[in-house]
């Protein structure tokens, strides 16, 4: 697994560097035997210590888990526990992915907007607000799947990720489903209900 560690504001050490790896290492592939990546960036503010990890399993599946606490070493603990129970979730979800019969109901959907009503899966005790500035990652080339917006959502909740862009499986054009502030989900189809051919 390629791993990369930086820090922001702060000196990263070469013990704590270690003990990243090795834990990231030994965390990822408890679960998934040939992950792509990691990357750690550590920050501190106001005497704590800010965690957040990326890591990718494979090209396309992209986990991101972050915390804080009065040690680097606390806050790496932390963010590490949450980002192996999505992984540990993930996996057990996969196993009955492609007899998922949800995929089936993907044909009655349409959109130009279309805001999907889906209850937040949030938890506020362990949900840690990080008030720093953006930080962008440019890891891997993105690869655009063919999905079917069903298909689509199911992938964006196992990866705990925010946004997702897509070919539309019924049109194949470009399609993208969001998180919004409110909780549900938008998804956006330019095609709309237009029935072209699939190319």
Do not use: C
């Amino acid at each position: 697994m390629n791993f990369k560690i930086f820090g922001k504001h702060v000196r990263v050490g070469q013990s704590f560097s270690k003990y990243a790896e090795e834990t990231l290492s030994k965390g990822v592939q408890k679960y998934f035997s040939n992950p792509v990546s990691s990357i750690v960036s550590l920050s501190k503010k106001n005497n704590f210590f800010y965690i957040i990890i990326v890591t990718h399993i494979s090209k396309k599946m992209e986990f991101t888990a972050q915390s804080n606490g009065n040690t680097a070493k606390l806050a790496l603990d932390d963010a590490m526990e949450k980002l192996s129970k999505q992984l540990r979730r993930y996996k057990r979800k996969i196993k009955n992915y492609k007899n998922n019969e949800l995929t089936n109901k993907s044909s009655s959907l349409n959109a130009q907007f279309h805001i999907i009503n889906e209850a937040p899966n949030l938890n506020t005790k362990e949900d840690i607000a990080i008030k720093s500035e953006p930080l962008i990652f440019a890891e891997l080339n993105t690869e655009i799947e063919e999905l079917t917006v069903i298909e689509a959502l199911e992938k964006m909740n196992l990866g705990n990720i925010s946004a997702l862009m897509f070919r539309n499986k019924k049109h194949s054009g470009l399609n993208m489903i969001y998180r919004r502030e409110d909780g549900l989900i938008g998804w956006v189809d330019p095609r709309g209900n237009r029935d072209f051919a699939k190319i």
